[in-house]
């Protein structure tokens, strides 16, 4: 017999550690797969009784384990002081051996480390030397109020100018590969291919030169959210053509550059395109459509994806090689309670927020996500729509839509806890409506300086967990992940934020979740969207007062240098000097 339930909060509260000895079924995982690496708290708890019965493997084949955790459970019980102290020099024991076993943990040799950023974010040069304006040039020169310092992406981190620096940046740190985006106006002013601005071309030749001369790979994001005004102006990815838009453009991009470079991600996070640019409106283009604007761009972008995806595929792949992926923001959604509506309130919050952009292409039978399709045609019919506001795939798009992807990109930063009972109303028609799910996070969760982002424990885990139930054995790429500060060189939260979430990593790769690489976000501070230049995720700090744009390490800069270069998470490791130096080899 397991320990009982009740063990749970009494053991919280006396000895974490005791804790996870006692815990149920979950907890053994947690012991047999990496020792004490999930820390339970009162608040995490029931993420942790959410992954174990997602896991499908709650019962340990491991027996002892099992039966060390059911003496010691026994122990505990008794209250005695003498078996108390026995239990935790066991405890210890077993703690320290455990210590030894994570601390000895390697990245696999084929794993890559890199970094990440995005055109608009840092390129800066708007309007030179043929760039065609943007949705981001056009929202933050025609509504600079949305932008919480009112500043603008005109100069930014001045890459285009800057990139050789940005280029000895990756040397410093010794990444393998970089994940920058391509700004599609910089290349096609008008948005489409009648005119091919020869000078932002040569930009990312320049870029992608500079890169391999250092054995840097290239991965290119071919829509990172700045979409020309011209197409816009005709209705963005509200208009059907944008399929097809989409796909004269990515033509230019493999035709240019796919004899160098050998990964592509289409689209990066297609939520905060559709949901975020016309549905809530809180990314350019600030289009309020709720409810109607977020599904009809939903269906457009997978489309869009998928056209973008079979035109490498069919053509360049058998030519160059390289793999062509899709990426999603995925946070560690968890159950409020362990109550069978709030763990379905998870699922539906999953499908609104990702599986809606994911399941069409990763999903066995392809479409969006059932419940989601038949809560929208419920709401639908209920508010006088003729037709669902969620309308599915046809069959031959189903078809066409399924297993485009190399890989599952994954920008991953944070979660929350997920209820009905959490429900606040919201406007209606819209997809929270739809599902009538609300979320909260607990108040010991870290605070970053981005409102929306808060440190959920072992969400890293969590995450690449959601994932792996969901689609099963498919190759991941962690193409996002990092901390947000207000400035400063002495960045420890950062720090300790990469080290939980790389052990997160190791724990997933100890799972044998299929992960192939992490690309911090982000190389250095850059305009963050509408937050402006307010929230800090660099690796690097940028000063914006100077024209220069100098960039400084961080501290954390010497930290993920250390654990590229070691391949391990070193908890203990401090750096020694604040001077950046390129090593040998890089
Ligand atoms: C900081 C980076 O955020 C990325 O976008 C988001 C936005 C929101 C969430 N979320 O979980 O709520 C995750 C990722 C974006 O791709 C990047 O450009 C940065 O702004």
């Known amino acids: 017999m397991l320990p009982r339930r009740d063990h749970i909060a009494r053991t919280v509260k006396n000895n974490w550690l005791l804790l996870t000895c006692l815990e149920e079924r979950w907890k053994l995982i947690k012991l047999d797969r990496s020792c004490v690496q999930m820390i339970p708290t009162q608040h995490n708890l029931d993420s942790f009784k959410y992954m174990c019965q997602n896991t499908g493997s709650a019962e340990n084949s491991d027996k002892e384990p099992i039966n060390m955790i059911r003496r010691l459970g026994g122990l505990a019980i008794l209250h005695s002081y003498i078996m108390k102290i026995l239990v935790l020099l066991l405890c210890s024991a077993v703690a320290v051996t455990c210590g030894k076993v994570r601390q000895g943990r390697k990245f696999p040799d084929e794993f890559v480390f890199g970094a990440a950023t995005a055109s608009y974010q840092i ?172 599904y009809v761009c939903a269906r457009h972008i997978a489309l869009a994806h998928a056209k973008a995806y079979h035109l490498y595929n069919d053509v360049y792949k058998p030519q160059y090689g390289g793999v062509c992926g899709y990426t999603f923001a995925v946070g560690s959604t968890a159950p409020l309670t362990d109550s069978e509506e709030d763990k379905y309130a998870v699922e539906l919050m999953v499908q609104q927020q990702w599986a809606i952009y994911s399941d069409p292409v990763f999903s066995k039978d392809g479409g969006f996500p059932k419940d989601l399709l038949e809560l929208v045609a419920e709401k639908s019919a209920a508010q006088g729509f003729p037709k669902s506001r969620l309308i599915d795939f046809t069959e031959e798009e189903k078809a066409y839509i399924r297993g485009t992807s190399d890989f599952f990109g994954v920008n991953h930063y944070s979660g929350a806890l997920a209820s009905f009972s959490l429900y606040t109303p919201q406007a209606v028609p819209s997809s929270m409506d739809d599902i009538g799910v609300g979320q909260m996070v607990p108040d010991d969760w870290l605070q970053s300086a981005s409102a929306w982002f808060q440190k959920m424990p072992d969400s890293m885990y969590i995450t690449l967990k959601l994932i792996k139930n969901r689609y099963g054995d498919i190759p991941i790429y962690i193409t996002e992940n990092g901390w947000s500060s207000y400035g400063g060189i002495d960045d420890d939260n950062r720090v300790d934020y990469y080290r939980s979430a790389l052990e997160g990593v190791l724990d997933a790769l100890d799972d044998g979740i299929n992960v192939k690489g992490y690309y911090a976000w982000s190389l250095m501070d850059n305009f963050e969207w509408l937050a402006g230049y307010t929230e800090c995720f660099g690796l690097y700090q940028v000063d914006y007062k100077d024209p220069e744009r100098t960039r400084t390490p961080r501290k954390s800069a010497f930290v993920y240098k250390h654990i590229i270069k070691t391949r391990m998470v070193d908890p203990d490791y401090v750096p020694e000097t604040t001077v950046m130096t390129i090593d040998e080899g890089h």
């Open 123 to 294: 390129e800066g040069a708007w309007n030179e030397d043929g760039k065609g304006e943007n949705i981001w040039d056009y929202l933050v020169h025609n509504n600079p109020d949305a932008i919480a310092d009112r500043s603008t992406g005109d100069v930014a981190c001045d890459s285009y100018h800057k990139y050789k620096r940005d280029v000895e940046m990756m040397r410093e740190l010794g990444i393998d590969s970089y994940r920058f985006s391509i700004s599609w106006s910089r290349i096609l002013p008008t948005g489409f291919p009648n005119q091919i601005n020869e000078a932002g071309i040569q930009y990312y030749n320049n870029l992608i030169s500079e890169l391999l001369k250092y054995n840097i790979d290239p991965i290119i994001t071919l829509y990172h959210w700045d979409l020309p005004q011209a197409l816009q102006d005709l209705g963005g990815w509200l208009n059907p053509l944008i399929v097809d838009w989409f796909e004269d453009y990515v033509h230019v991009v493999y035709e240019n550059f796919s004899d160098r470079v050998k990964s592509f991600i289409t689209i990066n996070e297609p939520a905060q395109v559709c949901y975020e640019g016309y549905g809530v409106a809180t990314k350019a283009p600030l289009m309020n459509v709720s409810g109607i604007g977020e």
